[in-house]
């Protein structure tokens, strides 16, 4: 055997061993290849079949909260499925990248189906959170339709219900809480107008598909579901603020009511403090005709201050009747209050009638003074005229001593009167 042959047989073990590494090498890129592309085609498969047939069928919106809720659930799971294609497309990527660097002659292949299933996967993952965030956006409309519903309810219930009120306080109470009642209903129904606005523009928008086509979703019913959701709660809050209307109406009767029967008693009052100055700074009895001028002028004024604080208070007890009977309240009160009204008032007219009964009878007395003087004056001439003629006195002066004698009844008589008024208001 030649050295050469012997040598050549030396190394025949070792080029075996060679080979047959590089046979197992080239196996396990082949399986390693082979594996990469059943795993595109796998993740492929199932993003084109059982994920967007598992996408398409959750395309309804709900028709109440419940229902939403148990959507938002179910788009949840399929999120957390989404997330595990994006994981497996990461995975066959890196593989990808090793291979390309192991096999470069399949380099474009394995490039592009690198490309193709990151894409693909993201943008599933992708179409995924957009219809999880559509489905978050209906439970949050239902929440927000079912909240201004309870509250439009809680409103009506009581806007329905018999309104009593027993003074200005409680009044000016009710309608501040209508008035913050109607303003948290605006707010909420403000924020889900704007929030039903936004969803049906999101279930109107076109969406496409892995491939960049347009996928047509039927969600023409879940537009007119939320369109006659805002309908009715549109009539709802338009209810509302009808009866919110009316039960404003009332309050400003009830406050009106309150206000007259304040001011008619306030108008008793003044006739009583009215009826105190009459007794207390009118009751001079006066001296003379100018003195006895002003005090029937003062009162005079202080008489037609009476009668239209009188008339004003009549007027408003006619008012606060009229709106009690409106009101539907118990009229008994307000009978009592114009009793009372006329009972003040006719008080005060009588104290008047006696003050100008006083006034007339000091007069009285001033101008029978003012006579007996006269006739004295003109009796005293006349005894001066008989002295000096040498007449008889009682002849002469039995005409004059007659009228001057009446005149002097009289004077007694008035004076007499005046004592009498004089020891009643002492009394």
Known sequence: MTPLLSQHLTSLPQREAEMSKLTAENEERCRMLEEHAEGVNRLLDWIEGPGEKWLLTLHEIGENKDEARQLVKEHQQLALKSKEIVSQADELAELASRLMAAVPAHSITLEKAREQVRGLARQYANRVERQTGMARQSEEFHTRLSDLTRKTDVLLESLCTDLMMNDLAAVESEKSNLEEKVSAMEKMYESMTTCASSFIDDLSAEEMNVHGKRVVRDYMAGIVHVREQLSAARERRKRCLELVDVRRLKLQQFTQLFTCENDAQQAIKWLEELHETLLKDYNQLG????????????????????????????????????????????????????????????????????????????????????????????????????????????????????????????????????IAQVNANHK
């Open 287 to 418: 001296g003379a005709d100018e003195e006895l001028r002003h005090l029937r002028d003062d009162r005079m004024k202080l008489e037609e201050t009476a009668r239209s604080t009188y008339e004003y208070g009549r007027q408003l007890c006619q008012v606060a009747l009229v709106l009690r009977r409106s009101l539907r309240m118990d009229v008994k009160n307000q009978i009592g209050l114009n009793e009372k009204l006329e009972q003040t008032w006719g008080r005060l007219c009588r104290a008047l009638s006696e003050n100008e009964a006083k006034l007339n009878v000091t007069e009285a007395f001033n101008t029978t003074v003012v006579e007996v003087n006269h006739r004295i004056e003109e009796l005293g001439h006349k005894i001066q005229e008989v002295r000096e003629s040498q007449l008889s006195p009682e002849a002469v002066c039995a005409h004059e001593r007659r009228h001057l004698n009446n005149d002097i009844q009289e004077l007694r008589h008035i004076a007499d009167m005046l």
